[in-house]
């Protein structure tokens, strides 16, 4: 074989080889950015999820505080309703005071006995 077809075999194993390399490079950089690309698209998604989330937290924070709210009014009106029975039963028994023809005695006698019932049970 001449000198001169194996300089040519050379330069073209070279230039094959050259290529050979520069297409993995190039296939190399595409599989990064591909990469690179995902992993935005993952951040992005995960960023979504979390405002979502952080929505979602405040959401329940004001239902939580609203139903706190409701709780404090509702136990409001029941102390309020408590103190109207109170007063009524203050009132009644002022009128059972004036009336000539009620026997408080008597009275206070079955509300001892109602008692007694009651803690039977």
């Given at each position: 074989?001449?000198?001169?077809?194996?300089?040519?075999?050379?330069?073209?194993?070279?230039?094959?080889?050259?290529?050979?390399?520069y297409?993995?490079?190039?296939?190399?950089?595409?599989?990064?950015?591909?990469?690179?690309?995902?992993?935005?698209?993952?951040?992005?998604?995960?960023?979504?999820?979390?405002?979502?989330?952080?929505?979602?937290?405040?959401?329940?924070?004001?239902?939580?505080?609203?139903?706190?709210?409701?709780?404090?009014?509702a136990?409001e009106?029941?102390?309020?309703?408590?103190?109207?029975?109170?007063?009524?039963?203050?009132?009644?028994?002022q009128a059972?005071?004036?009336?000539?023809?009620?026997?408080?005695?008597?009275?206070?006698?079955?509300?001892?006995?109602?008692?007694?019932?009651?803690?039977?049970?």
């Open positions: 074989m001449s000198t001169t077809a194996i300089v040519l075999i050379v330069i073209s194993a070279i230039v094959v080889l050259g290529i050979v390399l297409l993995g490079k190039q296939r190399r950089e595409a599989q990064l950015e591909e990469r690179r690309v995902a992993a935005g698209e993952r951040r992005d998604l995960a960023d979504t999820k979390a405002r979502e989330a952080e929505q979602a937290r405040l959401a329940a924070e004001q239902q939580a505080n609203e139903a706190e709210q409701a709780r404090l009014a136990e009106q029941a102390a309020r309703a408590r103190a109207r029975e109170a007063e009524a039963e203050e009132q009644r028994r059972d005071d004036l009336d000539p023809d009620v026997d408080v005695d008597a009275d206070n006698d079955a509300d001892a006995d109602t008692a007694d019932d009651r803690s039977r049970t």
